[in-house]
C-alpha cells in the first residue's frame, strides 16, 4: 500500500467531484489530519484501505472531511469550521 498524502487544493477537488478523479480509482475517504511534524495534513484513502489514517505517532487528530458511504462531507463538530 502506498501513503496518500495529498495538497488542500487536490482534497478539495476530490470532494468537489464525488472522490473522483481522471485515471484514478474513486477514493473512500478524505481525511484531515496533523502529522509528525504538526502540520494540518490531507490524504486520501481507496476503499481497499479504509482506516489506514487512523491515530498514531505520524497521523495525530485525524478527521473525515469526505465519506464516500456517506455521499456528502459530515457536518463538522462543534469548534471546528
Same mark, same amino acid.
Given at each position: 500500500?502506498?501513503?496518500?498524502?495529498?495538497?488542500?487544493?487536490?482534497?478539495?477537488?476530490l470532494i468537489a467531484r464525488d472522490g473522483? %478523479?481522471?485515471?484514478? !480509482?474513486?477514493?473512500?475517504?478524505?481525511?484531515?489530519?496533523?502529522?509528525?511534524?504538526?502540520? @494540518?495534513?490531507?490524504? &486520501?484513502?481507496?476503499?481497499?484501505?479504509?482506516?489506514?489514517?487512523?491515530?498514531?505517532? %505520524?497521523?495525530?487528530? !485525524?478527521r473525515v472531511l469526505w465519506d464516500a458511504k456517506q455521499k456528502k462531507s459530515p457536518?463538522? @463538530?462543534?469548534?471546528? &469550521?
Amino acid at each position: 500500500m502506498k501513503m496518500a498524502t495529498i495538497d488542500k487544493h487536490l482534497a478539495d477537488h476530490l470532494i468537489a467531484r464525488d472522490g473522483c %478523479y481522471p485515471g484514478d !480509482p474513486r477514493a473512500a475517504r478524505i481525511i484531515e489530519y496533523i502529522n509528525a511534524a504538526g502540520v @494540518k495534513a490531507y490524504a &486520501v484513502e481507496y476503499e481497499c484501505e479504509r482506516g489506514r489514517y487512523s491515530p498514531s505517532e %505520524y497521523v495525530r487528530s !485525524p478527521r473525515v472531511l469526505w465519506d464516500a458511504k456517506q455521499k456528502k462531507s459530515p457536518a463538522p @463538530k462543534r469548534g471546528e &469550521v
